[in-house]
Structure formats: C-alpha cells, structure tokens
C-alpha cells in the first residue's frame, strides 16, 4: 500500500521558518521525481517547489525562491520542504506529490501552515 506522510506544519510568526517532511512508503521511492504542492482557502492548489528522482535538479515557485529549499533522502524515502522567511501568503494547505511516468502519481493528505502574529 503507497502512502505518503506529510508532517512539520504548525502555527508560525511572519519572519519564521518551518521544516516539512514527507516520508514515503510501499513504492520504489528514488523512482519518483517529488514536489511540494499547496493550496490556500479559496485558491487553486499550486506547485511550490519540485525536485528529481536523484535529487540532482530542483524547481521552485517564484514566490519561494531564496526562501525555500527541497531536498530528499532517497536511503530515508523522505523529501523535505525547508520553509524561511515565511510570510503570512504561505499559509496553506501543504501537499507532497509523488509521480512517475512509469508508476503513476500519488499524493499525501496534507500539512497545514499558518503564519500569522
């Protein structure tokens, strides 16, 4: 059974940061490119940043450029979103995605940010 967990979200002041992690089970994890979604209330959910089955190339929003980082752990089955300087648009929804053209796509069910004083 696929499953995909994410964790780390919270109640965060505007200026803070926060580490997301998503760990990953029952599928050949270093197979798949993984990506950071998120969605805010009454948004469209929205690619925040990507990154490639070896770890090698990563991709990000223009909104978190210079403040976010995505890596992965291929030995661990985990990605992580390392989230600074977060401002108050970041609050959200935050999803991990898993996709493979081969395998199929697979998604987590969430972790909520907020930033907010």
């Known amino acids: 059974q696929v499953q995909l967990v994410e964790s780390g979200g919270g109640l965060v002041q505007p200026g803070g940061s926060l580490r997301l992690s998503c760990a990953a089970s029952?599928?050949?994890?270093?197979?798949?490119?993984m990506s950071w979604y998120r969605q805010a209330p009454g948004k469209e959910r929205e690619l925040v940043a990507s990154i490639s089955s070896n770890g090698g190339t990563t991709n990000y929003a223009d909104s978190v450029k210079g403040r976010f980082t995505i890596s992965r752990d291929n030995a661990k089955n985990t990605v992580a979103l390392r989230m600074n300087s977060l401002k108050s648009e970041d609050t959200a929804l935050y999803y991990c995605?898993?996709?493979?053209?081969?395998?199929?796509?697979?998604w987590g069910q969430g972790t909520q940010v907020i930033v907010a004083s």
């Open positions: 029952g599928l050949t994890f270093s197979m798949y490119i």
């Open positions: 995605k898993a996709v493979s053209s081969l395998l199929g796509t697979k």
